[in-house]
């Protein structure tokens, strides 16, 4: 299958490697709107660069999207009204209304169309979400999800990200909802900036906490900074009527303890999210090729998209209000 790759940053770059690895991508065209950018990721995997989006969209035969997050409404409907099968690097657009909007025009289409949450493709989230389902767990009675980044983004990612809850959390949105099978009903978040004032200018924070209440009673809190000195930390503790489990801890999780006795860390620290994911990220483009040749159901869905999206808005609202926001408070449709 002959695959576009729009958009060559951070992500993008990583995305034509191990494109071009998946079994059943025969050529991969990639453009962006940088187009030095995508000659040097084409030089670098064995791709082929394309001067222009438009002409990389005539060419394929489905599309990768990994732009910036407020390219992605338009490159999604520039894709979906080709009728090609389509894959979009979380979140599917800026707003809420922009992304009701965009997940409507990819229902009419009905083009296979896939989000990129690739925790659901990484193994401990994977039995997390089997454990819970079987009822090996229990009653989940609460959990803690934990999202360090390394180091801040670039400044000018941070006005095209949506902010932290927007850009970041989203993947622990759609991870417990994932996971659990619920949803969330209310958030109450709160936040600051603590190392990076450059996010102050943009009305964004750094440091961040949120209280989740979920729609079966289950509680539980989510702690985020975009800085962690020890390296890239994502996890998931989840305490139930019959087990605690956690996901994300072992050899690389860049966490120490100052328990006497306990030895130190087996393995270095995660370094970046490229590591750490690396293997779902692969999962998740095997998954696309299926979804895109129409042998399987989309994993994740833009539906998914918009129901993420929608916690990510009450915890930014209830961060600047400084009230619990009901989910029920956010537009649906
Ligand atoms: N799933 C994940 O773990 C994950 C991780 C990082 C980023 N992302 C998402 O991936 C997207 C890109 O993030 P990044 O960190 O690579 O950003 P980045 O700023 O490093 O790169 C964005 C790239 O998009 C290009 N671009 C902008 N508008 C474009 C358009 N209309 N058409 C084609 N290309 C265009 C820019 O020139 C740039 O090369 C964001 O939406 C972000 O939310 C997802």
Redesign the pocket.
Known sequence: MKIAL???????RLHARLLTATPGVDELLI????PE?AGEAAAEVGGRAVPT?EAALDEAEAVVI???????A??IRASADRGLPTFC???LAEDIGATIEVAHHIARTGIPFQL???RRFDAGYAEAHRLIASGELGTLYNFHLAGHDPEP??E??IP??GGLFR?FSI?DFDIIRWMTGREVVEVYADGDVRGFPMFAKYNDVDTAVATLRMDDGSLGVLTVARHDPLGYDIRAELFGSKDSISVGLGPRTPIRSVEPGVPPQAGPAWPH?LDR?GAAYSAEFGAFLRVARGDEPSPCTEHDGVQALRIAEAATQSLHEHRPVRVEEIANS
């Open positions: 729009l958009g060559t940053g951070r992500i993008g453009a962006d709107v940088l950018r989006i990994a732009a910036a997050t407020t390219a992605h338009d490159l690097e979380k979140p990129g949450f690739q983004p670039h000018g990612y095209q990200s850009d993947h999210f994911f």
